[in-house]
């Protein structure tokens, strides 16, 4: 009885597998297609100074528009990418866009913006990433001092010595350093001696609970206080409400993300966001 039964859970997980892995493959072999059709797109999230309450950058996020299934996010193609290292291509794709539309502001005479883009841990370990963005710098004409690199900690972590390495040519690039969802991954605060830090962006979980959640009260007004004696600015991600703004303006928090000033949106969408650019969040109204 008990031996059938193993067998028919090995037999269970066998098929499983075998689905799993086949309906990877087909994802893979769409995404390939998706990158070669055009049908990524970017997606700009205003990102605001605190102090002055004026949008002051962007992070640039991909989407794919499929033509059957319409707008997928990428939490449905990131983790398959990396794993079968599409992600090599979509990356490089992400990177050209975001640099080139900020190039475009640029020469429309857009007010100056700082992008960020994202990097994943497998782009970022393999193949040379700081000399393709070197040439995609050079090409575009988008200055480095205006583009920044979000990693996250995993990453760092798995290869430190590579990972020091890149971090510090990018930095002799003049490009910035973010840490991205600062506070998930397998946090050392080892590393944020040694590696060369820009910004740190804590990640959404630690403030959501805000101002009321003691935990999250006490775990971001750490990271700010530690941030700014380690001399990196700090990034809130995830603001949704004016109560959670007026807290992290109290502890000195330099910038923030959020819905509270808007949604990921399209390139022009963005654009006329950054034209009404109107110091909107400087006193944000507290209930
Ligand atoms: P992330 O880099 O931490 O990006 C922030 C995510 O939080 C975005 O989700 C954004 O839409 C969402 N968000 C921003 N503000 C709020 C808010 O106020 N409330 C809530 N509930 N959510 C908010 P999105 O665009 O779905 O991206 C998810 C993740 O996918 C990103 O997390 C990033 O890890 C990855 N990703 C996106 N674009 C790229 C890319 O070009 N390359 C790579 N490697 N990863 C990317
Ligand atoms: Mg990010
Ligand atoms: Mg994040
Ligand atoms: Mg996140």
């Known amino acids: 009885q008990a031996k059938s039964d193993g067998r028919a859970t090995y037999r269970y997980f066998s098929d499983e597998m075998t689905s799993r892995a086949r309906e990877r493959i087909e994802v893979e072999t769409r ?16 990102q605001v100074d605190i102090a002055s309450g004026c949008i ?40 050209v866009e975001a640099c080139r539309q900020g190039q475009r502001w640029r020469d429309e005479g857009l007010p100056p913006l700082t992008l960020a883009v994202n990097v994943s841990p497998r782009q970022f370990l393999l193949g040379d990433m700081v000399g393709r963005i070197a040439e995609v710098l050079e090409e575009t004409g988008f200055p480095a001092q205006n583009l920044e690199l979000e990693v996250t900690e995993g990453a760092l972590m798995e290869r430190e010595q590579d990972g020091l390495q890149a971090l510090r040519r990018l930095r002799a690039l003049g490009a910035r350093i973010a840490i991205d969802d600062f506070g998930t991954g397998y946090s050392s605060l080892a590393y944020l001696k040694r590696f060369p830090l820009d910004v740190l962006k804590i990640d959404r979980s630690f403030i959501t609970g805000l101002p009321d959640d003691a935990d999250d009260v006490a775990i971001s007004a750490t990271i700010i206080a530690m941030g700014h004696s380690l001399g990196v600015e700090v990034l809130a991600e995830g603001v949704e409400t004016p109560e959670q703004l007026a807290f992290l303006r109290g502890k000195g928090c330099d910038r923030f993300q959020g819905y509270l000033c808007s949604r990921p949106v399209p390139a022009g969408e963005f654009a006329a966001l950054l034209r009404a650019n109107v110091q909107q969040f400087r006193v944000a109204a507290v209930p």
């Open 31 to 46: 995404l390939r297609r998706a990158v070669a059709a055009g049908q990524l797109v970017l997606y700009f999230q205003p």
């Open 56 to 95: 002051v950058g962007a992070e640039a996020l991909v989407r794919w528009n499929d033509p059957d299934e319409g707008l997928i996010p990428p939490a449905r193609f990131i983790p398959v990418a990396e794993a079968t290292g599409v992600i090599g291509e979509i990356g490089d794709w992400v990177l």
